[in-house]
């Protein structure tokens, strides 16, 4: 659990609607906090053995969870499953206050995006779309890098509240911004990590000491984030952690259309795509997306 502080904020009453491996920790800051936080999750069992563990409220349907919420904060799936909290009968929409604001931290489509927007905008509502990086422990340890695309003063609203989970939220524009500034980060990772699981790969056949290899190359230009947390792992062959392979390829799979819209040519993603499509076939869909060295073994 992270032991990290809290920059003093008042109170505010939120919900958050989807405690996966994301949402679970990220509404556990919400409520350490000091914010009055009602959750939702489609098993409704974990939304009660969170309420158990933070004392907080599970709610029965998203619309009971944003009722009186002065923000929803939504992580889940895709957006099939994102429409399905926000909109119809039980949905968030319905049941938030005139002036509330719904903060989708789901990684979906732009065009996903433009369209709650739009629905909230119509019913008197406020829509950021906040798509997230750092991972798991990014969000057990409250340092995410949130996205964010939306109405300026809704985020300056939003901002405070969500700096209880993150180190970095940042406004890049209008709405669907926050989802293609992600689209720009899983673009760069995806051939960061072919890059780096080929030289791996490369050294590991020419019989050198990888781990004193990365050790002296992660000092220079070669350096990033994932040479340095995820290449020593990579050499031991160990994948049980991290983002999984399934979900690397359902965020490659909206570049990729979002290239064929705007007419962005990434090659080289559309190639790590099918590298990752080599290992689901493999039955590596769970394992981390650091495993494309497997293929290269």
């Given at each position: 659990?992270?032991?990290?502080?809290?920059?003093p904020?008042?109170?505010q009453t939120?919900?958050?609607?989807?405690?996966?491996?994301?949402?679970?920790?990220m509404?556990?800051?919400?409520?350490?906090?000091?914010?009055?936080v009602?959750?939702?999750?489609?098993t409704?069992?974990?939304?009660?053995?969170?309420?158990?563990e933070h004392?907080?409220?599970?709610?029965a349907?998203?619309?009971?969870a944003?009722?009186?919420?002065d923000l929803?904060?939504?992580?889940?799936?895709?957006?099939?499953?994102?429409?399905?909290v926000a909109?119809?009968?039980h949905?968030?929409f319905?049941?938030?206050?005139?002036?509330?604001?719904?903060?989708?931290?789901?990684t979906a489509?732009?065009?996903?995006?433009?369209?709650?927007?739009?629905?909230?905008r119509?019913?008197?509502?406020?829509?950021?779309d906040a798509?997230?990086?750092?991972?798991n422990?990014?969000?057990?340890?409250?340092a995410?890098?949130?996205?964010?695309?939306?109405?300026?003063?809704?985020?300056?609203?939003?901002?405070?509240?969500?700096?209880?989970f993150?180190r970095?939220?940042?406004?890049?524009?209008?709405?669907?911004?926050?989802?293609?500034?992600?689209?720009v980060?899983?673009?760069?990772?995806?051939?960061?990590?072919?890059?780096?699981?080929?030289?791996i790969?490369?050294?590991e056949?020419?019989?050198?000491?990888?781990?004193?290899?990365?050790?002296?190359i992660?000092?220079?230009?070669?350096?990033?984030?994932?040479?340095?947390?995820?290449?020593?792992?990579?050499?031991?062959?160990?994948?049980?952690?991290?983002?999984a392979?399934?979900w690397?390829r359902?965020?490659?799979?909206?570049?990729l259309?979002?290239?064929?819209r705007?007419?962005?040519?990434?090659p080289?993603?559309?190639?790590?795509d099918?590298?990752?499509?080599?290992?689901q076939?493999?039955?590596?869909?769970?394992?981390?997306?650091?495993?494309?060295?497997?293929?290269l073994?």
């Open positions: 659990m992270s032991t990290r502080t809290y920059d904020i008042a109170p939120v919900a958050f609607l989807g405690l996966g491996v994301m949402g679970h920790p509404a556990g800051h919400l409520a350490r906090a000091g914010h009055r009602a959750v939702y999750n489609r409704a069992s974990k939304a009660a053995a969170w309420a158990t004392g907080g409220t599970a709610a349907t998203p619309k009971a944003a009722d009186g919420a929803v904060f939504c992580c889940v799936g895709n957006d099939d499953d994102l429409r399905s909109l119809g009968e949905g968030a319905a049941g938030m206050k005139p002036g509330a604001i719904f903060v989708d931290h789901t489509s732009a065009a996903v995006a433009r369209e709650l927007s739009a629905q909230a119509s019913r008197g509502l406020q829509f950021i798509p997230v990086s750092g991972g422990l990014g969000a057990v340890n409250g995410l890098t949130v996205m964010c695309g939306g109405d300026a003063a809704a985020f300056e609203a939003m901002r405070p509240v969500a700096l209880s993150a970095a939220v940042t406004l890049l524009g209008s709405s669907g911004a926050g989802q293609l500034a992600k689209m980060n899983q673009t760069a990772i995806a051939g960061l990590l072919q890059g780096l699981a080929e030289a790969a490369f050294g056949r020419a019989g050198l000491d990888m781990d004193a290899v990365l050790a002296v992660g000092k220079g230009a070669a350096q990033s984030w994932q040479m340095d947390v995820r290449g020593p792992t990579m050499i031991a062959d160990q994948f049980d952690f991290g983002f392979v399934d690397m359902k965020d490659l799979g909206l570049v259309d979002e290239a064929r705007n007419g962005a040519q990434v080289v993603t559309a190639l790590v099918q590298f990752y499509a080599d290992l076939a493999k039955g590596g869909g769970r394992q981390d997306t650091s495993s494309l060295v497997r293929r073994r």
